[in-house]
């Protein structure tokens, strides 16, 4: 092989032809970084890989290619620029997908993949500059599986097949890492818009407009350790406060101090638990203000306090709009706080009012809002926040329209959130405070370490959708976003007059029990509350029907309420599952090969999951059943929760499910048992 189009440095390699350069490198235990471009140097950003990290590696020749090994992988490279991973044991794990007149599948590649460029597997298409649209092709392994990639609302858990848009929306959130089943995590360290598409025939990368190809891959034994590796390079969740493993209650929205106050108060009257009460949307004076309407609330030192007194926190919601009235926003706009339109007008969102985002991949636009937020907020007690419309949520969503502080939508967009979490942390932590959580509604690769809680955005309030949680929420987890909940009920369309609500609700709530965070919400129908009117005579935003777990009839509450104290029963253990994930990047929620990797019946269960290390939660995902089957993995004895019965792992049993039980099974010598037995 000819060796001079290879440089080798201290635990890397570059390869450059025909004005491509590609640097491969150790990164971070069994982990290798890969970066291509044709410009004629990398950018500086590391995204999300960024956790100081040890970079040694051995770097060599060896045949027809050169190679770069990092403990238990191994990136070989030949002289045409063909990449290929391999575990220790010599299998391999991914291949860049090249196909030439000669050589067909073989790994060494010929001259023809220059002269027959349509089938090389990295592609570059100058668009503006230095940025080019950009494809990265891999070959396909049919019975491969993929798990992780962020929340996409959809039936699906395994990926293998599915096409996804890598881009933030209401409701879907893109986190571009996953863990294959043949042994290997893959994270695609890029922010821009753009496409994945798991094919049977191959894997294909495809971004509108980046200046490089950057991705990093480790190689591992178990889902576990490679969760463990990733999140070692991109960030682990901290330690979950104590208080955010109880019960939040919220809706569409209080509307006043008084009335926020007055349902804390009927939880404490009727003895319910309760740890975390929210403040929703529109309780500002204007977008982009930051702070209490005075109006509706007079007194938030005295409300805080009370609320303390009761053994609540409040969390209050924050959105990123500015009112084109607000007084921020000539200075914002003055200062280049502000995201920007490429052409026409620079509005961006319709909610009630005409608004613009505050540009949060700006590092004084963050200090600035936090600076208005501490002294609104902060300085008055709150400290946990709700970052909602965190994608941000355009209202005509075309990224090729906006422009960042770090460069266009199009390259840089999808690292909003995790931007817009990094603020809070940030600014909280200087408040020499240690118990930070945000509650999201977006998320991107590494946003577990700003303390973000994601949750599923605003779905609708039907069984489908319940479904699609479990799906959303273990994909999540695999993408190392540990900290994740649904609006239990959903969002959009309950009637709490509907006995078919009340019974999703009841089911939702079962879930929720064992979700990493229990928080119900939801905009209740029937809108019959008429808003208030403002001091300006201007009506203030709407509410929805009341959502308190008293507000759906006596035998509903007794359900509810049984739900809430299993879920306070089990905080001990929660808490050990939260200290995994901070420890070493575990999930909360986890698919049940997770926990059980050698049984191959694990991995195709996507309608149950286990919630830690010893307990296999299986909701009720249809209307009008009293039962429902389970599996449950081999490697281990399983105890039913609500009944005692003993069943050996490696078979399908079958639950009893009445609507005050949800089928939960318990790993046989666990000590959770006595938190959960209905027996």
């Given at each position: 092989m000819?060796?001079?189009f290879f ?12 004005y ?6 150790a ?7 890969v970066r ?8 500086p ?5 960024s956790e100081?990290?040890?970079h ?51 790994f ?15 592609k570059?298409?100058s ?57 290997y995590?893959?994270l ?7 496409k ?10 495809s971004?509108?407009?980046t200046?490089q ?13 490679l ?13 979950m ?15 006043t101090?008084e009335?926020?106050?007055?349902v804390?108060r ?5 003895g ?5 009460i ?7 004076t ?11 609330w007079p ?28 007084e ?13 339109t490429?052409?026409?007008?620079n ?16 590092p ?9 937020a ?8 709150v ?17 090729e329209?906006?422009?960042y ?6 390259e ?7 931007e ?34 994601a949750?599923s955005?605003?779905?609708r ?9 479990i ?9 190392g976003?540990?900290?994740w ?17 009340r ?13 990493p965070?229990?928080?119900?919400h939801g ?17 203030c ?6 959502n ?11 359900v ?7 879920r ?19 999930p909360?929620?986890?698919p049940?090969?997770y ?5 191959g ?33 081999a ?14 792992g490696g078979?399908t049993?079958t639950?009893?499910a ?21 027996f």
């Amino acid at each position: 092989m000819d060796k001079s189009f290879f440089k080798v440095y201290p635990g890397a390699l570059e390869f450059r032809r025909r004005y491509e350069t590609v640097r491969i490198e150790a990164w971070g235990e069994n982990g290798l970084r890969v970066r291509a471009t044709e410009n004629l140097s990398f950018t500086p950003e590391d995204w999300a890989l960024s956790e100081s990290v040890s970079h040694v590696g051995k770097v060599g020749f060896e045949g027809d290619a050169a190679f770069v090994e990092n403990g238990d992988i191994r990136a070989e490279i030949t002289e045409y620029g063909r990449i290929r991973f391999l575990n220790s044991a010599g299998k391999v794990l991914l291949s860049e997908l090249y196909r030439t007149m000669t050589h067909g599948e073989d790994f060494g590649g010929s001259r023809d993949l220059h002269i027959n460029q349509y089938f090389v597997a990295r592609k570059y298409r100058s668009v503006s500059g230095d940025n080019y649209t950009v494809t990265q092709t891999f070959d396909s392994v049919e019975n491969e599986k993929i798990f992780g990639m962020g929340q996409y609302q959809q039936n699906v858990l395994n990926l293998k097949g599915c096409v996804l848009d890598l881009c933030q929306l209401n409701t879907q959130a893109t986190v571009p890492f996953y863990v294959s089943s043949l042994g290997y995590g893959f994270l695609m360290n890029n922010p821009a818009v753009g496409k994945v598409s798991f094919g049977r025939n191959q894997t294909q990368w495809s971004f509108e407009s980046t200046k490089q190809i950057d991705y990093w891959i480790t190689a591992g034994e178990t889902p576990a350790q490679l969760l463990r590796q990733y999140t070692a390079v991109a960030g682990r969740a901290p330690m979950m406060p104590e208080y955010a493993m109880g019960f939040w209650q919220c809706k569409l929205r209080y509307q006043t101090q008084e009335e926020l106050l007055s349902v804390a108060r009927e939880y404490r009257r009727r003895g319910i638990p309760l740890d975390v009460i929210v403040v929703d949307f529109f309780h500002w004076t204007k977008m982009g203000e930051w702070k209490f309407d005075p109006q509706f609330w007079p007194d938030p030192e005295g409300m805080i306090a009370e609320l303390s007194e009761m053994g609540i926190r409040l969390v209050v919601s924050i959105w990123p709009t500015v009112d084109m009235q607000s007084e921020n926003m000539a200075y914002m706009a003055d200062h280049d706080m502000l995201i920007r339109t490429n052409r026409g007008m620079n509005r961006h969102m319709e909610c009630m009012d005409h608004a613009v985002f505050s540009d949060m991949t700006n590092p004084a636009t963050r200090d600035f809002v936090w600076s208005i937020a501490k002294k609104n907020y902060v300085d008055k007690g709150v400290c946990q926040f709700w970052l909602d419309v965190a994608e941000p949520e355009f209202s005509a969503p075309d990224f090729e329209n906006y422009r960042y502080h770090k460069g266009h939508a199009l390259e840089v967009a999808n690292c909003f959130p995790a931007e817009y979490s990094k603020m809070f942390w940030d600014g909280i932590r200087a408040e020499g405070r240690d118990d930070v959580i945000s509650l999201v509604r977006c998320a991107w690769a590494g946003s577990q370490k700003y303390g973000a809680l994601a949750w599923s955005g605003d779905v609708r309030s039907t069984f489908p959708t319940l479904r699609r949680q479990i799906m959303a929420g273990l994909n999540m987890g695999m993408a190392g976003i540990p900290w994740w909940n649904a609006d239990i009920g959903g969002f959009m369309g309950g009637d709490i007059n509907s006995p078919q609500f009340r019974e999703l609700l009841m089911r939702w709530f079962a879930f929720g029990t064992f979700s990493p965070v229990m928080r119900l919400h939801g905009d209740r129908d029937p809108h019959t509350q008429k808003p208030f009117i403002s001091s300006d005579g201007k009506a203030c935003a709407p509410t929805g029907a009341d959502n308190e777990v008293w507000s759906y009839g006596e035998d509903a509450e007794k359900v509810l309420v049984g739900f809430i104290e299993q879920r306070y029963r089990l905080r001990p253990y929660i808490a050990r599952v939260m200290a995994q994930a901070h420890e070493n990047g575990s999930p909360a929620m986890r698919p049940l090969f997770y926990n059980f990797p050698e049984d191959g019946s694990s991995w195709a269960v996507e309608d149950a999951y286990c919630f830690g290390d010893d307990l296999l939660v299986a909701p009720v995902l249809e209307p009008g059943v009293s039962e429902r089957e389970v599996y449950l993995p081999a490697g281990s004895a399983w105890i039913e929760a609500a009944t005692g019965r003993r069943f050996e792992g490696g078979q399908t049993v079958t639950a009893a499910a009445p609507i005050d039980v949800i089928p939960v099974f318990v790993r046989e010598g666990s000590d959770v048992l006595e938190l959960v037995k209905r027996f």
